[in-house]
């Protein structure tokens, strides 16, 4: 079977999450950072190594089959690929800003004012659905230090923690669009077998990630609460235990509600609760 490519960025803030995610997907390869491409041992794939601003383009023009990208960088190249996951790390917000001594304060200020931006396209499509006139600097690099040098009354720019703007003297008033890393795929590649099984893998380690494995002990007169507490679960595991009075319940619960649902079932009696991570999970 002729083998996939998947490229995926050769150094910066995605590079190593996107390394990880396909080694945790039981993928062997070398990760030389002088090699363009590599190739993975045990499955029918191929890593392209590329600046993450060429995958999209990459990807559309099929020279690869398969990338992992910001969604930032996904619609600021207007390629035509198709989403295939969302994979849940490279999160950010690209948000305007402006000095902090700045009058302007919310969008409608923005009207007949520049803006500095990696991200002209995006932006002007924000500008055209909020119908505001304002003239976009189209930059590189290190936009932050655009208004201080007298390039822009503002800037619109990937902000993550917010450190970068507040040490460069400037403050958010309004986020553009959010962004995570997403697997992307060009046309046509939806029945490829290849990809079948390495979605399954992705689906599976990114399912446990979202999980915790937890195992409880509970008086047995306790249990209808607590198992009335994990009726999300399919009937979760109850173990006797030695003392004939006692239960163990094993059980999965999903990181959104953990501390509260930790919270109830210790409320109903659960205790020695151990929470262990979960590597997979094969629906
Ligand atoms: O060399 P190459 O072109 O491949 O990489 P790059 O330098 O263009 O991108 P890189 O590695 O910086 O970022 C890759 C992707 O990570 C971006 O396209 C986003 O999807 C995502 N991402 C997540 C971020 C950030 N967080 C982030 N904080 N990209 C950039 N930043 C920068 C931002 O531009 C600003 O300068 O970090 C600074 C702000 O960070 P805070 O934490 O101070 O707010
Ligand atoms: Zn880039």
Same mark, same amino acid.
């Given at each position: 079977m002729k083998n996939l490519k998947i490229a995926i960025q050769k150094s910066g803030r995605l590079n190593e999450k996107s390394v990880q995610l396909l080694k945790n997907c039981g993928l062997s390869f070398e990760n030389y950072k002088s090699s363009l491409i590599t190739k993975v041992n045990n499955f029918n794939l191929e890593i392209l190594f590329l600046r993450d601003d060429d995958i999209p383009g990459y990807v559309a023009q099929g020279i690869a089959d398969l990338g992992i990208v910001g969604e930032n960088v996904i619609d600021e190249s207007r390629a035509k690929v198709s989403y295939l996951q969302r994979l849940g790390f490279g999160r950010c917000m690209l948000k305007l800003a402006v000095p902090t !001594? @700045? %009058?302007?304060? %919310? #969008? *409608?200020? #923005? %009207?007949? *004012? !520049?803006?500095?931006? @990696?991200?002209?396209?995006?932006?002007? %499509?924000? #500008?055209?659905?909020? *119908?505001?006139?304002? @003239?976009?600097q189209e930059i590189s690099g290190s936009v932050e230090i655009a208004p201080g040098l007298g390039l822009s009354d503002a800037i619109c720019d990937i902000v993550s923690t917010g450190t970068t703007l507040k040490n460069n003297g400037l403050k958010p008033f309004a986020d553009v669009r959010s962004s995570e890393a997403i697997l992307i795929g060009r046309d046509g590649l939806t029945e490829n077998p290849i990809l079948c099984e390495l979605m399954q893998r992705l689906q599976s380690v990114l399912l446990a990630k979202e999980t915790k494995y937890v195992v409880l002990n509970v008086e047995r007169t306790n249990l209808p609460q607590i198992t009335e507490l994990l009726h999300g679960v399919k009937s979760p595991t109850v173990v006797p235990l030695a003392d004939e009075g006692w239960v163990a319940v094993h059980t999965v619960i999903t990181e959104d509600d953990f501390w509260d649902k930790i919270n109830k079932l210790k409320a109903a009696g659960a205790q020695g609760i151990v929470v262990m991570p979960i590597e997979k999970i094969i629906l």
């Open positions: !001594s @700045s %009058e302007i304060t %919310e #969008l *409608k200020d #923005l %009207e007949g *004012k !520049s803006i500095a931006t @990696s991200y002209p396209v995006i932006l002007q %499509e924000f #500008l055209d659905e909020y *119908k505001i006139n304002a @003239s976009i």
